[in-house]
């Protein structure tokens, strides 16, 4: 157990839906990291934020968008779903950001299932 | 931006054997080189990792090399187990970037008994 939770496990929604993952880092950790894992573009990075701000973006659609929160848990929200955002989305915590090399710890995921 | 490229995308191994996965890296900038086991369904785990200013590290069964006039890096697994089947992701991040982790597209090891 890495200490990163995700919920849900599983989410079956319909194209054109909106969902929200959910994310809480390890306990002290202030960096929140989303990745998409997909059959055919492997493990992508999407977006990075620090203490509640943003700090990376990878190549995440305008239909995405995530936050985090004072508590330091994030929420990845995907929009106008379409067949081709079906993965599994992992958030991966680690201690820092920029002043440091940080081990990522990555939660169980999110299956998302678009039909 | 960074580009990781990994091979081979599968090994097959008998058990005892030693497995090698090499990752080449483009960005001359990278200093930290993760590597990540999944097993089916389940979340990618840390196995060893190496910062730029280290040649080799060693886990146990487990070691990792960097060349950084070269820019790759490479995994060895000694006296493998049927355990040890799963699939493999090499990564690389910098700091200017947040630590962000572009990742190579895996390795698909199997060990046969």
């Known amino acids: 157990d890495s200490g990163v939770t995700q919920t849900p496990k599983h989410l079956i929604t319909a194209t054109g839906q909106r969902v929200t993952l959910r994310c809480s880092p390890r306990s002290g950790d202030l960096s929140v990291y989303w990745y998409q894992q997909s059959l055919d573009q492997g493990l992508q990075f999407l977006i990075q934020y620090y203490n509640g701000e943003e700090r990376a973006k990878g190549n995440i659609l305008e239909r995405f968008s995530a936050q985090q929160f004072p508590d330091l848990h994030s929420e990845l929200n995907l929009s106008s779903l379409e067949l081709g955002d079906s993965a599994l989305y992992f958030c991966?915590?680690?201690?820092?950001?920029?002043?440091?090399?940080?081990?990522?710890?990555f939660g169980p995921g999110t299956r998302l299932t678009v039909l | 931006g960074e580009n990781v490229e990994q091979h081979p995308s599968t090994l097959s191994v008998q058990e005892g054997d030693s497995a090698v996965i090499k990752c080449t890296y483009s960005?001359?900038?990278?200093?930290?080189f993760p590597w990540y086991k999944q097993e089916l369904g389940k979340r990618p785990q840390l196995i060893i990792d190496i910062r730029s200013n280290v040649g080799e590290k060693k886990d146990q069964r487990i070691a990792v090399t960097l060349n950084k006039t070269a820019k790759h890096f490479s995994l060895h697994i000694t006296e493998t187990q049927p355990e040890d089947s799963a699939v493999y992701f090499c990564?690389?991040?910098?700091?200017?970037?947040?630590?962000?982790?572009?990742f190579g597209g895996g390795t698909r090891v199997l060990v046969k008994p």
């Open positions: 960005d001359s900038a990278s200093n930290y």
């Open positions: 991966a915590s680690s201690a820092g950001s920029s002043g440091g090399v940080y081990e990522q710890f």
């Open positions: 990564a690389a991040s910098k700091k200017a970037a947040g630590n962000k982790l572009t």
